[in-house]
């Protein structure tokens, strides 16, 4: 007896109706629905049940008798390939096998866990921040700027070369010679570096950088200088590392050197624009760093996360291109300047380390994809990635000057460490009684996302004692100055301005100021 099977697709709008039949049969085919001796649906009553033309439907039907899903019987239909037919029974059969394991064989993986991952809390964005009428989220483009079209001929590139394949080779160890070559070339010297081509590693993403060195460089005996407040991630990165965090207060100058400064074996700074308050450090700040790195013998990592994205008619050269002793390790990305998903970034620093790092990310992921690499250098070399950079800037521009205006006057009583810093985000504070926990609820309700600040604070001192130099414990604990009580860090919020049509820029800030009304 036939089986009359009934179809049904809800259809999304965005995608071709093509593709989503395909999707709905290979699914059904691999979850056993049909019948190994039955035929499919005949293409007319398909057609029919999905309301869709029947040329749609024999296209997929010999889409998928060329892909060796079905066979093809004349003038029966279409029948699942011999490769399908017992994948049903298969399935079974592995259910039923795994109804033998007993629940209390199971291992406990609390015990076999060796890092509690727990203890490094990131800091959370809400998943559907895009569905807010006022998302000033930071971190986030506007997905309508992204250069898709150019982006789509740099692909089109790297897999049109027949007689090239070799973005699907593995590499081992290598990178792209031509990204390389792109970012030694055009992308570092903007920023005042110059290095070679084994000075270069390409990362899976500035924060795979951050961790490739921690796991090089950092024990227990470490202590690493950061600033607070500061990148989460770079506090949660050292420490899975076991380092001694030594966090340092920032101030409208960037990073305050302190008592704990001279014991640093590591410096973790953003100089160009501090994250997350948006500070540029000052030209004494900078040469005090480098002359105290010197004479103690310490390394300073620069974390140039909105190198290219940072739009000041003239902003001051990378901290690396002061550096005269290789002390300084350069870490950046292109993540905020074209898109996070992309997770593509590098590192500068001396041949000798670049050597350690490549043979760690072999260990890790041996390389980043290639296909990517090879894009990305494409991207650079057709001229569109600084067409691109030229528009993002002025673009920014444009929404910092919106958003400067319209805190100004709208909620003047927020007030800024960074007031004039042309940064990729507003780091504000809140008035007296107000906190951002409050803030972010009541502006919820108003359709604006804001950021609360507390996470981006270092708010309790390190639990073992810092040890000196020479390996000497503390007795007394040195006042940490730089850590703020809980109630301060909780008055900080960031505004973001990318994520959010430039046309609703100011009218989200004033929805802002009702909601700092209803909390007065």
Not at 108 to 117: A, L
Not at 342 to 358: H, Q, S, T
Not at 385 to 398: A, I, K
Request: include cysteine; hydrophobic fraction near 35%; proline fraction near 5%.
């Amino acid at each position: 007896m036939a089986i009359d099977y009934q179809c049904f697709i809800e259809f999304d709008s965005t995608r071709s109706l093509q593709e989503q039949v395909r999707e709905y049969l290979v699914k059904a085919i691999l979850a056993g629905i049909f019948s190994p001796e039955q035929a499919l649906p005949s293409c007319r009553k398909l057609s029919q049940q999905l309301k869709v033309s029947r040329n749609t439907v024999s296209l997929v039907y010999e889409s998928l008798l060329d892909d060796g899903y079905l066979t093809s019987r004349p003038r029966s239909g279409y029948y699942l390939s011999d490769s399908y037919k017992n994948s049903q029974e298969d399935t079974e059969i592995e259910i039923s096998g795994a109804e033998d394991n007993s629940a209390t064989a199971a291992p406990n993986w609390g015990d076999k866990i060796k890092v509690n991952t727990h203890q490094f809390p990131r800091i959370v964005k809400p998943t559907q921040w895009s569905c807010y009428k006022y998302p000033f989220i930071y971190g986030q483009p506007y997905i309508d700027e992204f250069p898709l079209s150019h982006w789509r001929e740099a692909s089109r590139k790297v897999i049109a070369d027949s007689q090239d394949h070799g973005w699907l080779c593995d590499k081992v160890d290598k990178d792209v010679e031509l990204l390389v070559e792109q970012i030694r070339t055009r992308v570092l010297p903007q920023r005042g570096i110059h290095a070679s081509n084994d000075e270069i590693l390409i990362t899976v993403g500035s924060q795979n950088g951050l961790y490739l060195l921690s796991q090089l460089l950092m024990n227990r005996e470490s202590r690493v200088g950061v600033e607070n407040p500061g990148y989460k991630e770079a506090y949660n990165i050292f420490g899975l590392a076991g380092a001694q965090l030594h966090p340092h207060q920032v101030d409208d100058e960037g990073l305050k050197f302190n008592s704990l400064s001279s014991m640093c074996d590591y410096f973790y700074v953003t100089p160009s624009h501090q994250a997350p308050t948006g500070v540029t450090m000052s030209p004494q700040r900078r040469k005090e760093l480098l002359e105290l790195a010197h004479q103690n013998d310490a390394i300073i990592i620069e974390d140039d996360y909105d190198s290219n994205s940072n739009f000041e008619l003239n902003p001051a050269p990378a901290l690396k291109a002061q550096d005269k002793s290789g002390r300084v390790i350069y870490v950046s990305s292109f993540s905020k300047i074209l898109a996070p998903g992309l997770r593509l970034g590098f590192i500068v620093a001396p041949e000798e380390l670049i050597y350690e790092l490549r043979a760690l990310r072999r260990l890790m992921l041996r390389h980043p994809p290639t296909r990517l690499q090879m894009e990305m250098a494409h991207f650079i070399a057709q001229g569109y990635y600084d067409s691109f950079v030229r528009r993002f800037r002025e673009n920014t521009r444009q929404r910092w000057d919106i958003i400067n205006e319209a805190v100004s006057k709208h909620i003047p009583y927020c007030e800024r460490l960074a007031k004039n810093e042309l940064s990729n985000a507003l780091w504000l504070q809140t008035p007296e009684r107000v906190t951002s926990q409050m803030l972010v609820s009541r502006s919820a309700q108003y359709g604006v996302l804001v950021e609360t600040g507390h996470s981006h604070f270092m708010t309790s001192p390190q639990e073992s004692l810092p040890t000196s130099r020479e390996g000497q414990s503390i007795s007394s604990r040195p006042a940490m100055t730089s850590t703020l009580m809980s109630n301060d860090a909780n008055r900080y919020f960031r505004l973001g301005f990318h994520s959010i049509d430039k046309e609703l820029i100011q009218p989200g800030i004033i929805e802002l100021a009702k909601a700092f009304d209803d909390l007065k």
